[in-house]
Protein backbone atom coordinates (compact mmCIF):
# COMPACT_ATOMS: atom_id res chain seq x y z
CA UNK A 1 0.00 0.00 0.00
CA UNK A 2 1.27 3.09 -0.75
CA UNK A 3 2.20 5.54 2.09
CA UNK A 4 1.77 9.34 2.56
CA UNK A 5 4.05 12.92 3.43
CA UNK A 6 1.91 15.96 4.55
CA UNK A 7 3.44 19.00 3.40
CA UNK A 8 2.40 21.31 6.43
CA UNK A 9 5.82 23.56 6.95
CA UNK A 10 4.41 26.55 5.10
CA UNK A 11 4.50 30.13 6.62
CA UNK A 12 0.63 30.67 5.53
CA UNK A 13 2.12 34.57 5.06
CA UNK A 14 -1.02 35.46 2.94
CA UNK A 15 -3.91 34.01 5.67
CA UNK A 16 -1.86 36.55 7.99
CA UNK A 17 -3.01 37.16 10.96
CA UNK A 18 -5.16 33.93 11.01
CA UNK A 19 -2.05 32.11 10.84
CA UNK A 20 0.40 33.87 13.26
CA UNK A 21 -0.97 31.52 15.86
CA UNK A 22 -2.51 29.00 13.77
CA UNK A 23 -0.41 27.00 10.51
CA UNK A 24 -2.50 27.30 7.62
CA UNK A 25 -2.82 23.14 7.55
CA UNK A 26 -4.66 23.56 10.65
CA UNK A 27 -7.21 26.34 10.01
CA UNK A 28 -10.59 25.57 10.38
CA UNK A 29 -12.10 24.78 7.27
CA UNK A 30 -16.50 23.10 7.53
CA UNK A 31 -15.53 22.90 10.80
CA UNK A 32 -12.43 20.77 10.73
CA UNK A 33 -8.53 21.39 9.78
CA UNK A 34 -7.57 21.62 6.56
CA UNK A 35 -5.06 18.95 7.14
CA UNK A 36 -8.51 16.68 8.19
CA UNK A 37 -9.93 17.29 5.12
CA UNK A 38 -7.02 16.21 3.34
CA UNK A 39 -6.27 12.69 5.41
CA UNK A 40 -9.46 11.96 4.52
CA UNK A 41 -9.03 11.75 1.30
CA UNK A 42 -5.93 10.04 1.07
CA UNK A 43 -7.57 7.29 3.64
CA UNK A 44 -10.27 7.46 0.92
CA UNK A 45 -7.55 5.94 -1.77
CA UNK A 46 -5.97 3.16 1.01
CA UNK A 47 -3.21 5.71 1.77
CA UNK A 48 -3.09 4.46 6.09
CA UNK A 49 0.57 5.63 6.83
CA UNK A 50 1.03 9.54 6.90
CA UNK A 51 4.44 11.47 7.92
CA UNK A 52 3.19 15.40 8.45
CA UNK A 53 6.43 17.37 7.66
CA UNK A 54 5.91 20.09 9.85
CA UNK A 55 8.11 23.29 10.38
CA UNK A 56 6.46 26.32 11.15
CA UNK A 57 4.79 26.10 14.99
CA UNK A 58 4.70 22.22 14.49
CA UNK A 59 4.21 21.76 18.21
CA UNK A 60 0.37 22.94 16.75
CA UNK A 61 -0.16 19.32 15.07
CA UNK A 62 0.02 16.70 18.00
CA UNK A 63 -2.53 17.26 20.45
CA UNK A 64 -4.53 17.33 17.26
CA UNK A 65 -4.17 14.41 15.75
CA UNK A 66 -1.91 12.13 17.70
CA UNK A 67 -0.51 8.66 16.54
CA UNK A 68 -4.36 8.91 14.01
CA UNK A 69 -5.79 6.22 15.56
CA UNK A 70 -9.18 8.22 15.72
CA UNK A 71 -9.07 7.87 11.42
CA UNK A 72 -7.97 4.76 11.20
CA UNK A 73 -4.22 5.72 10.11
CA UNK A 74 -1.08 5.85 11.51
CA UNK A 75 0.78 9.52 11.71
CA UNK A 76 4.48 10.43 12.27
CA UNK A 77 5.74 14.18 12.68
CA UNK A 78 9.01 15.18 10.64
CA UNK A 79 10.10 18.20 12.68
CA UNK A 80 12.32 20.91 10.58
CA UNK A 81 13.82 23.09 12.73
CA UNK A 82 14.26 25.55 9.73
CA UNK A 83 11.88 25.26 6.94
CA UNK A 84 13.72 23.14 4.26
CA UNK A 85 12.01 23.61 1.09
CA UNK A 86 9.65 21.24 -0.29
CA UNK A 87 12.28 19.04 -1.29
CA UNK A 88 14.28 19.13 1.87
CA UNK A 89 10.97 18.60 3.71
CA UNK A 90 9.77 15.13 1.86
CA UNK A 91 13.96 13.69 1.94
CA UNK A 92 13.40 14.54 6.03
CA UNK A 93 9.99 12.90 6.32
CA UNK A 94 10.75 9.89 4.17
CA UNK A 95 13.52 9.10 6.42
CA UNK A 96 9.98 8.02 8.51
CA UNK A 97 9.64 5.55 6.25
CA UNK A 98 12.40 3.74 5.16
CA UNK A 99 10.79 0.24 5.99
CA UNK A 100 9.52 -0.06 2.80
CA UNK A 101 9.76 0.29 -1.20
CA UNK A 102 6.22 1.41 -1.60
CA UNK A 103 5.27 4.73 -4.18
CA UNK A 104 5.01 7.53 -2.02
CA UNK A 105 2.25 10.29 -2.38
CA UNK A 106 3.17 13.65 -1.13
CA UNK A 107 0.33 16.18 -0.61
CA UNK A 108 0.52 20.00 -0.06
CA UNK A 109 -0.89 20.84 2.56
CA UNK A 110 -3.23 23.51 1.80
CA UNK A 111 -5.21 21.79 -1.07
CA UNK A 112 -8.92 20.63 -1.14
CA UNK A 113 -9.07 18.16 -4.03
CA UNK A 114 -12.01 15.67 -5.29
CA UNK A 115 -9.61 14.30 -8.08
CA UNK A 116 -9.32 10.82 -8.19
CA UNK A 117 -6.38 9.65 -6.33
CA UNK A 118 -6.36 5.48 -6.41
CA UNK A 119 -6.31 6.19 -10.20
CA UNK A 120 -3.32 7.91 -10.14
CA UNK A 121 -1.69 5.92 -8.59
CA UNK A 122 -2.40 3.24 -10.37
CA UNK A 123 -1.28 4.94 -13.28
CA UNK A 124 1.89 6.22 -11.62
CA UNK A 125 2.69 2.03 -11.05
CA UNK A 126 1.43 0.96 -14.61
CA UNK A 127 3.82 3.52 -16.34
CA UNK A 128 6.65 2.66 -13.70
CA UNK A 129 7.16 6.32 -13.50
CA UNK A 130 9.83 7.77 -11.26
CA UNK A 131 6.99 10.76 -10.76
CA UNK A 132 3.01 11.08 -11.42
CA UNK A 133 1.92 14.19 -10.81
CA UNK A 134 -2.00 15.53 -10.43
CA UNK A 135 -2.85 18.44 -12.93
CA UNK A 136 -5.40 20.55 -13.37
CA UNK A 137 -6.78 23.36 -15.71
CA UNK A 138 -7.22 26.48 -14.71
CA UNK A 139 -7.91 30.11 -16.16
CA UNK A 140 -4.83 31.92 -15.00
CA UNK A 141 -1.79 30.16 -14.41
CA UNK A 142 0.55 32.62 -13.02
CA UNK A 143 0.68 31.51 -9.33
CA UNK A 144 1.39 28.07 -10.37
CA UNK A 145 3.53 25.39 -11.21
CA UNK A 146 3.47 25.00 -15.13
CA UNK A 147 3.27 21.62 -16.83
CA UNK A 148 2.83 20.75 -20.68
CA UNK A 149 2.70 17.39 -21.28
CA UNK A 150 3.10 15.38 -24.79
CA UNK A 151 0.18 13.01 -25.88
CA UNK A 152 1.36 10.07 -23.62
CA UNK A 153 0.61 12.25 -20.57
CA UNK A 154 4.25 12.54 -20.35
CA UNK A 155 5.68 16.05 -18.33
CA UNK A 156 8.12 17.65 -21.26
CA UNK A 157 8.75 20.59 -18.68
CA UNK A 158 8.03 21.89 -15.26
CA UNK A 159 8.00 25.76 -15.15
CA UNK A 160 7.02 27.43 -11.90
CA UNK A 161 5.21 30.49 -11.33
CA UNK A 162 5.73 32.00 -15.32
CA UNK A 163 4.36 35.61 -15.83
CA UNK A 164 3.48 34.18 -19.24
CA UNK A 165 2.55 30.79 -18.53
CA UNK A 166 2.82 28.58 -21.39
CA UNK A 167 -0.57 26.36 -20.62
CA UNK A 168 -3.18 26.54 -18.32
CA UNK A 169 -2.23 22.85 -17.04
CA UNK A 170 -0.66 23.41 -13.39
CA UNK A 171 0.58 21.52 -10.47
CA UNK A 172 -1.82 20.64 -8.27
CA UNK A 173 0.34 19.63 -5.39
CA UNK A 174 -0.08 15.87 -5.12
CA UNK A 175 2.26 14.03 -5.97
CA UNK A 176 3.43 10.04 -6.53
CA UNK A 177 7.02 9.15 -6.34
CA UNK A 178 8.89 5.83 -6.67
CA UNK A 179 10.99 5.94 -3.63
CA UNK A 180 14.29 5.73 -5.24
CA UNK A 181 13.57 9.52 -6.59
CA UNK A 182 13.30 10.78 -2.44
CA UNK A 183 16.49 8.78 -1.87
CA UNK A 184 18.41 11.13 -4.28
CA UNK A 185 17.32 14.29 -2.32
CA UNK A 186 19.90 15.58 -0.54
CA UNK A 187 19.24 15.34 3.66
CA UNK A 188 19.25 18.68 5.45
CA UNK A 189 19.75 20.78 2.83
CA UNK A 190 16.68 23.78 1.36
CA UNK A 191 15.31 22.40 -2.16
CA UNK A 192 12.39 23.36 -3.63
CA UNK A 193 10.67 20.32 -5.56
CA UNK A 194 9.37 22.73 -7.85
CA UNK A 195 12.15 24.98 -8.78
CA UNK A 196 15.06 22.25 -8.54
CA UNK A 197 14.17 18.87 -8.54
CA UNK A 198 11.12 18.44 -11.05
CA UNK A 199 12.86 20.26 -13.61
CA UNK A 200 15.97 18.56 -13.00
CA UNK A 201 13.96 14.91 -13.22
CA UNK A 202 12.06 16.40 -16.57
CA UNK A 203 15.07 17.08 -17.94
CA UNK A 204 17.36 14.30 -16.88
CA UNK A 205 15.64 11.26 -16.83
CA UNK A 206 12.52 12.14 -18.71
CA UNK A 207 10.10 9.55 -16.89
CA UNK A 208 7.58 11.90 -15.49
CA UNK A 209 4.12 12.13 -15.81
CA UNK A 210 0.91 13.91 -15.64
CA UNK A 211 -2.58 13.06 -14.41
CA UNK A 212 -5.01 15.49 -15.47
CA UNK A 213 -7.80 15.09 -13.37
CA UNK A 214 -10.08 18.37 -13.48
CA UNK A 215 -12.22 17.51 -10.57
CA UNK A 216 -13.16 20.01 -7.44
CA UNK A 217 -9.54 21.62 -6.63
CA UNK A 218 -8.72 24.42 -4.63
CA UNK A 219 -5.43 25.84 -3.19
CA UNK A 220 -7.04 27.42 0.31
CA UNK A 221 -3.54 29.73 0.78
CA UNK A 222 -5.55 33.14 -0.05
CA UNK A 223 -8.12 34.56 2.48
CA UNK A 224 -10.99 34.42 -0.14
CA UNK A 225 -9.91 30.91 -1.31
CA UNK A 226 -9.97 29.84 1.98
CA UNK A 227 -13.82 31.09 2.55
CA UNK A 228 -14.92 29.39 -0.85
CA UNK A 229 -13.14 25.91 0.46
CA UNK A 230 -15.33 25.91 3.38
CA UNK A 231 -18.44 26.82 1.67
CA UNK A 232 -17.68 24.41 -0.81
CA UNK A 233 -16.90 21.58 1.16
CA UNK A 234 -20.78 22.69 3.16
CA UNK A 235 -23.08 23.11 0.16
CA UNK A 236 -21.17 19.71 -1.23
CA UNK A 237 -19.60 20.99 -4.35
CA UNK A 238 -16.29 19.52 -2.99
CA UNK A 239 -16.01 15.95 -1.45
CA UNK A 240 -16.30 16.06 2.67
CA UNK A 241 -15.41 12.66 3.55
CA UNK A 242 -13.97 13.87 6.75
CA UNK A 243 -17.20 15.36 7.98
CA UNK A 244 -18.64 11.61 7.78
CA UNK A 245 -16.88 10.54 11.21
CA UNK A 246 -16.67 14.35 12.83
CA UNK A 247 -18.91 15.15 15.29
CA UNK A 248 -21.56 17.44 13.81
CA UNK A 249 -24.90 18.30 15.20
CA UNK A 250 -26.60 19.61 11.98
CA UNK A 251 -25.55 19.71 8.33
CA UNK A 252 -27.71 21.15 5.20
CA UNK A 253 -26.91 22.83 1.50
CA UNK A 254 -26.67 26.18 3.37
CA UNK A 255 -24.79 25.45 7.01
CA UNK A 256 -23.02 22.78 8.89
CA UNK A 257 -23.04 23.04 12.82
CA UNK A 258 -20.70 21.47 15.03
CA UNK A 259 -21.59 19.76 17.78
CA UNK A 260 -21.80 21.76 21.23
CA UNK A 261 -22.16 25.07 19.12
CA UNK A 262 -25.21 26.91 20.48
CA UNK A 263 -26.96 28.63 17.63
CA UNK A 264 -30.06 30.76 19.13
CA UNK A 265 -33.53 29.65 16.70
CA UNK A 266 -33.75 32.79 15.78
CA UNK A 267 -30.19 33.20 13.80
CA UNK A 268 -29.78 31.96 10.33
CA UNK A 269 -27.06 30.21 9.08
CA UNK A 270 -26.72 30.35 5.11
CA UNK A 271 -24.84 30.36 1.81
CA UNK A 272 -22.39 27.30 3.17
CA UNK A 273 -21.20 28.94 6.82
CA UNK A 274 -20.04 26.45 9.50
CA UNK A 275 -20.18 27.02 12.99
CA UNK A 276 -17.26 25.62 15.36
CA UNK A 277 -17.69 23.21 18.24
CA UNK A 278 -18.65 25.55 21.42
CA UNK A 279 -19.52 28.59 19.07
CA UNK A 280 -22.11 30.79 20.32
CA UNK A 281 -24.44 32.64 17.86
CA UNK A 282 -26.78 35.27 19.40
CA UNK A 283 -30.74 35.74 18.75
CA UNK A 284 -31.05 37.36 15.83
CA UNK A 285 -27.69 37.13 14.29
CA UNK A 286 -26.77 36.56 10.33
CA UNK A 287 -24.24 34.41 9.45
CA UNK A 288 -23.80 34.27 5.73
CA UNK A 289 -20.97 32.29 3.71
CA UNK A 290 -18.46 32.65 6.94
CA UNK A 291 -16.65 30.39 9.31
CA UNK A 292 -17.22 31.04 12.54
CA UNK A 293 -14.62 28.65 14.39
CA UNK A 294 -14.86 26.89 17.59
CA UNK A 295 -15.43 29.01 20.53
CA UNK A 296 -16.56 32.31 19.05
CA UNK A 297 -19.11 34.33 20.04
CA UNK A 298 -21.16 36.41 17.86
CA UNK A 299 -24.11 39.19 19.53
CA UNK A 300 -27.35 39.25 19.05
CA UNK A 301 -28.57 40.47 15.84
CA UNK A 302 -24.67 40.89 14.42
CA UNK A 303 -24.36 40.28 10.72
CA UNK A 304 -21.18 38.70 9.37
CA UNK A 305 -20.99 38.27 5.69
CA UNK A 306 -18.01 36.32 4.10
CA UNK A 307 -15.85 36.24 7.18
CA UNK A 308 -13.88 34.46 9.11
CA UNK A 309 -14.30 34.84 13.15
CA UNK A 310 -10.83 32.81 14.47
CA UNK A 311 -11.43 30.43 17.37
CA UNK A 312 -12.50 32.78 21.11
CA UNK A 313 -12.94 36.15 19.32
CA UNK A 314 -16.16 37.80 19.80
CA UNK A 315 -18.30 39.95 17.61
CA UNK A 316 -20.41 42.59 19.70
CA UNK A 317 -24.15 43.26 19.53
CA UNK A 318 -25.33 44.45 16.06
CA UNK A 319 -22.05 44.60 14.41
CA UNK A 320 -21.97 44.74 10.76
CA UNK A 321 -18.87 42.27 9.38
CA UNK A 322 -18.21 42.05 5.89
CA UNK A 323 -15.30 40.45 3.99
CA UNK A 324 -13.15 40.54 7.12
CA UNK A 325 -10.76 38.13 9.69
CA UNK A 326 -11.85 38.90 13.20
CA UNK A 327 -9.50 37.35 15.53
CA UNK A 328 -9.04 37.70 19.68
CA UNK A 329 -7.00 40.74 18.59
CA UNK A 330 -7.60 42.06 15.85
CA UNK A 331 -9.37 43.02 12.34
CA UNK A 332 -8.49 42.62 8.83
CA UNK A 333 -10.33 43.63 6.28
CA UNK A 334 -9.97 41.13 3.04
CA UNK A 335 -9.21 42.79 -0.16
CA UNK A 336 -11.80 41.63 -3.37
N1 LIG B 1 7.50 21.09 5.77
C1 LIG B 1 7.58 22.11 4.94
N2 LIG B 1 8.75 22.83 4.88
N3 LIG B 1 6.51 22.44 4.18
C2 LIG B 1 6.62 23.50 3.34
C3 LIG B 1 7.78 24.27 3.24
C4 LIG B 1 8.92 23.91 4.06
O1 LIG B 1 9.98 24.53 4.05
N4 LIG B 1 7.57 25.24 2.31
C5 LIG B 1 6.31 25.08 1.86
N5 LIG B 1 5.73 24.02 2.48
C6 LIG B 1 4.38 23.49 2.26
C7 LIG B 1 3.29 24.54 2.51
O2 LIG B 1 2.84 24.44 3.86
C8 LIG B 1 2.22 24.10 1.53
O3 LIG B 1 1.39 23.10 2.08
C9 LIG B 1 3.00 23.46 0.39
O4 LIG B 1 4.29 23.16 0.90
C10 LIG B 1 3.10 24.35 -0.86
O5 LIG B 1 3.59 25.62 -0.47
P1 LIG B 1 2.81 26.96 -0.86
O6 LIG B 1 3.56 28.09 -0.24
O7 LIG B 1 1.37 26.86 -0.58
O8 LIG B 1 3.10 27.00 -2.42
P2 LIG B 1 2.23 27.64 -3.60
O9 LIG B 1 0.79 27.51 -3.36
O10 LIG B 1 2.76 29.02 -3.87
O11 LIG B 1 2.65 26.71 -4.86
C11 LIG B 1 2.63 25.31 -4.76
O12 LIG B 1 1.31 24.81 -4.89
C12 LIG B 1 0.68 25.03 -6.18
C13 LIG B 1 -0.67 24.37 -6.15
O13 LIG B 1 -1.45 24.85 -5.13
C14 LIG B 1 3.52 24.71 -5.86
O14 LIG B 1 3.64 23.33 -5.61
C15 LIG B 1 2.95 24.97 -7.25
O15 LIG B 1 3.72 24.32 -8.23
C16 LIG B 1 1.52 24.45 -7.33
O16 LIG B 1 0.95 24.77 -8.60
MG1 LIG C 1 -0.38 26.90 -1.76
Known amino acids: MPVGILLVGGFGTRLMPLTKHTPKPMLTVAGLPVTEHQLAMARKAGITKVVLATSYLSELFTPYFGDGARWGMQLLYAVEEQPLGTGGAIANAAQLLTDNDE????????????HNL???IRQHEFHEADLTLHLTSVKDARAYGCVPTDSDGKVTAFLEKMENPITNTINAGCYVFNPKVIKSIPLHTVISVERETFPTLVKERGNVFGFLDNSYW???G??????????????????AS??????VSHRDRQSLIMETAKVDATAIIDEGSCIGA???IG?????SGSIIDSGAI?????????????????VGQNAQISAAFVTKDEILTIPA
Open 298 to 314: IGQSATVRNSFIASQAI
Open 103 to 114: SIVVFNGDVLSS
Open 118 to 120: SEQ
Open 242 to 247: ALETAK
Open 283 to 287: AGAHI
Open 278 to 280: GAV
Open 222 to 239: TPNALLKGSRDLVTGIAD
Open 218 to 220: LDI
